[in-house]
Nanobody, 125 residues
């Protein structure tokens, strides 16, 4: 069983930067593809970014590409999401997810069997 715990969410001003972390326990973290998703009020959960086992493959959604950076430290069982130039439309609950079955996870949340509880990011204008 994999447990994921996100942290770092808070209230931020537009244009600010914020860094989210997700610590994994249980299993072998270096063998999990990891992803970040977000869900805004009244909207479906959407893909933000994902990263392969060793970090060699990374993908971003068009809405965050160039502003957000996903990374991982397999020695710390942690995946990060650095968010720069935040916009009010980035307001959402951010979730990390783990896929132990593929080297790189997909962009559909159904492909990830393990999820954290989420961390709230609110961006004011």
């Amino acid at each position: 069983q994999v447990t994921l715990v996100e942290s770092g969410g808070r209230l931020a001003q537009a244009g600010e930067s914020l860094s989210l972390s997700c610590v994994a326990s249980g299993g072998t973290f270096s063998a999990y593809a990891m992803g970040w998703f977000r869900q805004a009020p009244g909207k479906e959960r959407e893909f933000v970014a994902n990263i392969s086992w060793k970090g060699g493959a990374i993908y971003y959604s068009a809405s965050v590409k160039g502003r957000f950076t996903i990374s991982r430290d397999n020695t710390k069982n942690t995946v990060y999401l650095q968010m720069n130039s935040l916009k009010p439309e980035d307001t959402a609950v951010y979730y990390c997810a783990a896929d132990p079955h593929h080297e790189i996870g997909g962009q559909r949340d159904a492909q990830y069997p393990y999820w954290g509880q989420g961390t709230q990011v609110t961006v004011s204008s």
